[in-house]
């Protein structure tokens, strides 16, 4: 598939926090995989997020590469494939599911490191990954995601929402999930480096649909810097 090439990660991964990514492979993640199901109508709901928050960019993505950090079964990647033919990455620490489809290319690695080579992609996805990276392992995920990205290609981030990074209990835990505003925070992260423009923005409401509450932004990287 083009651009899944190995890409030298081996100096980064000493940043991966190995606590987190056992919980994600371990129990706390096959409870968190048992929790979910993949149906028509759960990937259906994928294809409404999805196409309405991407609209824009639509005819760059058709037929194009997209890599997803944290892709859990891969919902997201089959519904980019059923809206515009998308090739997709499945970048995961956890072990490629069981129902694992064959048109997604999975990798087991972190999103802190991913191996894949510099600018591949056409799309950079992140759905409920980023609020679960602690927020001093956040650079690193969020550099990955700058560096896979190819000048003219998108990012698109939809995560939990708020104004400051802050911490929430989740499943038992105190040191799981984050709140923030990744969209400011992708935009610092890109800043003197990266020339990132925010195309689109809004709010997925879960009372609304099949899906959670999510804040959403569409980037597209330029050229330049
Ligand atoms: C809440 S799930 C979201 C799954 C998927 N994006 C979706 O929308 O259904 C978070 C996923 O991120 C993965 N994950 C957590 N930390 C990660 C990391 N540092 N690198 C790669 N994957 C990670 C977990 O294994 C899990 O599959």
Not at 42 to 63: E, H, K, T
Not at 95 to 108: G, K, M, N
Request: charged residues 25%.
């Amino acid at each position: 598939m083009r651009g899944v090439t190995p890409h030298d990660t081996t100096v980064r991964e000493a940043k991966v926090n190995m606590e987190q990514v056992q919980r994600w492979q371990g129990e706390f993640g096959d409870r968190y995989e048992a929790r979910q199901g993949t149906t028509q109508s759960s990937v259906q709901a994928r294809c409404d997020l999805l196409g309405g928050a991407l609209d824009l960019v639509s005819d760059d993505l058709r037929d194009g590469l997209v890599v997803e950090l944290g892709s859990g079964r891969g919902d997201n990647l089959v519904a980019l494939e059923w809206l515009w033919g998308m090739s997709g990455v499945a970048v995961d620490v956890r072990r490629p599911p069981s129902h694992s489809r064959a048109a997604v290319h999975w990798l087991q690695a972190s999103a802190g490191a991913v191996p894949l080579r510099t600018e591949c992609a056409d799309l950079v996805l992140s759905m409920g990954l980023l609020i679960h990276v602690r927020p001093d392992m956040r650079p690193p995920v969020l550099a990955e995601m700058l560096r896979i990205v190819r000048p003219g290609g998108h990012i698109s981030v939809f995560e939990y929402f708020a104004p400051e990074t802050r911490p929430v209990p989740y499943r038992g835990h105190g040191d799981m999930l984050w709140l923030a505003d990744y969209g400011a925070l992708l935009q610092q992260a890109a800043a003197g480096r990266v020339d990132l423009e925010p195309v689109d923005w809004g709010h997925a409401y879960k009372a609304m649909g099949d899906c959670d509450d999510l804040a959403w932004w569409v980037f597209t990287r330029g050229g330049g810097i």
